[in-house]
C-alpha cells in the first residue's frame, strides 16, 4: 500500500517503520522533504542494513568475500550445482579453467568417509574433544564457495540437531558456522563439558572479516572447537584457565596474519538436550577489544563467565513431546546434565568504551588475507 511521507508518495516502504528502528533520527513527515532529510534517511537506512548484515555475516561471508548458501537441501538441485561451478570460476585464479577441468574429468579419486569418533568408558574428556577436533578436521574446510548446510541461527535447537546429524551422515566438507553446530551435537552426550558460541570480528586492509568457533568448558579449564584455514584459528585444547587467557590466544593468532581484532560476541552455555526448542543465545556479551582497556577486557569477560554459571541449574521450559523417527534423532542428553535457559533479554554490550586512535592496518601489495 503505497504511504506519504514528506509530501513524497513511496510503495511498498512505510517511513514509521524507520523511525521505530531509528529512534535517534526525527524526520517531519507532513513538510516537504529537505536534502538534509533524505540523507538522514539513507544515513538510517543504511546503518539498518549494515547491522543486519554484521548479525549474518558468518553465514555470508567467506574472507570477506560473499559465499552461495545451499538452501535447497541435499541432494543439491540443478540450479544450485550450476550457481557454485560459477562461483568457483569467479573466485579461483584459474577461472573457468579449473571447472573444466574437474567436471570433465571421469575418474576422480575416491575421497575418505571419516567416522563419527566412539569414546571407550575410560576416555578422559580431552582426549573425547581432540578425538572431536579429528572427525572435524577430517571433513577438510569447504573452498567451493558454497556451504552445503543452512545454518538459520534462529531455528531452535533440535532443528539445528537433525542437521549436525545430516552432516555426518553426508561427510561434506564444512566452514566454521557448520563446526560449532557439529560440535555441539557430537558433545551432547559429555554433560560436564559446557558449550558456548565465541565469534570474533577482524580488521585487515580496510577490509572486516567474522569466523566463529564452540567454546568448551570443562574441569575449571577453557578450550575451543572448530575449522579454519588455518590451524591455531579453530582447535584450542583444554588448558585455559581463565576465558580472557583462551582470548588472548585468538588474538595473538590473529596477530600472525597481521589481522587486528575488533570485536568479540560471546554466547550463554548451550543446552545438552538434543530435542530443546530453545534457540542458541549467540551474543550475550558484545565486546569491543579494540575500545576497551586489557583490564576493562579481562573484568567483562569474568563477567560474562559468572553470568554463564548462573545459568547453569535454571528450569528451561520443557520440550513438548512428539513422535521422532529413530534415523533423525541425535544423542541423547544425560539425565544428569542441567538444563539451562537461554535469555536474550540479558544480552550485554561492552560499557565505557573509550575511542581509541585506529591502528595501521597492515596491506601485503593489497593482498587481501582471508583466515
Not at 538434543?274 to 577489544?289: F, G, N
Not at 544428569?336 to 585506529?358: F, H, I, L, T
Request: with cysteine; net charge positive.
Amino acid at each position: 500500500m503505497p504511504v506519504s511521507c514528506c509530501g513524497t508518495v513511496h510503495h511498498g516502504s512505510s517511513p514509521r517503520r524507520i523511525i521505530q528502528k531509528n529512534p535517534g533520527i526525527r524526520t517531519c513527515l507532513s513538510q516537504p522533504c529537505s536534502s538534509v532529510g533524505l540523507r538522514m534517511l539513507r544515513t538510517a537506512l543504511s546503518l539498518e542494513r549494515d547491522e543486519e548484515q554484521e548479525d549474518e555475516g558468518e553465514d555470508l561471508r567467506d574472507g570477506g568475500i560473499p559465499f552461495i548458501i545451499n538452501r535447497g537441501g541435499l541432494p543439491i538441485n540443478e540450479e544450485t550445482w550450476e550457481q557454485m561451478w560459477r562461483h568457483v570460476a569467479r573466485i579461483h585464479p584459474d577461472g573457468e579453467a579449473v571447472a573444466r577441468r574437474i567436471r570433465g574429468t571421469s575418474d576422480l579419486p575416491k575421497i575418505p568417509v571419516p567416522s563419527v569418533p566412539t569414546f571407550q568408558p575410560n576416555s578422559s574428556i580431552p582426549q573425547r574433544l581432540e578425538a572431536i577436533q579429528r572427525y572435524i578436521r577430517d571433513l577438510q574446510y569447504n573452498h567451493t564457495g558454497t556451504q552445503f548446510f543452512e545454518i538459520k541461527k534462529i531455528r531452535p535447537l533440535t532443528a539445528l540437531m537433525d542437521i549436525a546429524k545430516e552432516m555426518t551422515r553426508e561427510s561434506l566438507p564444512i566452514k566454521c558456522l557448520e563446526a560449532v553446530i557439529l560440535g555441539i551435537y557430537l558433545t551432547n552426550s559429555m554433560p560436564t563439558v559446557e558449550r558456548f558460541p565465541l565469534s570474533f570480528k577482524t580488521q585487515f586492509s580496510g577490509s572486516h572479516f567474522r569466523h566463529i568457533v564452540l567454546g568448551v568448558h570443562s574441569g575449571g579449564r577453557f578450550g575451543a572447537l572448530g575449522i579454519s584455514r588455518r590451524e591455531d584459528l579453530m582447535y584450542k585444547p583444554l588448558e585455559y584457565k581463565t576465558l580472557t587467557d583462551l582470548l588472548q590466544e585468538f588474538q595473538v593468532a590473529y596477530r600472525r596474519y597481521w589481522h587486528t581484532l575488533c570485536k568479540v560476541k560471546i554466547g550463554h552455555y548451550v543446552s545438552h538436550d538434543p530435542h530443546s526448542v530453545e534457540q542458541i543465545e549467540w551474543k550475550h556479551s558484545v565486546l569491543d577489544v579494540d575500545k576497551l582497556s586489557k583490564e576493562e577486557l579481562r573484568k567483562e569477560l569474568e563477567r560474562h563467565t559468572r553470568d554463564m554459571r548462573l545459568k547453569i541449574g535454571k528450569a528451561a521450559p520443557p520440550s513438548p513431546p512428539k513422535d521422532r523417527k529413530k534415523d533423525m534423532g541425535s544423542p541423547l542428553r544425560t539425565p544428569c546434565s542441567p538444563m539451562r535457559k537461554n535469555s536474550q533479554s540479558d544480552r550485554r554490550s561492552s560499557v565505557e568504551k573509550r575511542a581509541g586512535p585506529a591502528g595501521p592496518t597492515a596491506d601485503v601489495n593489497g593482498y587481501q588475507i582471508r583466515v
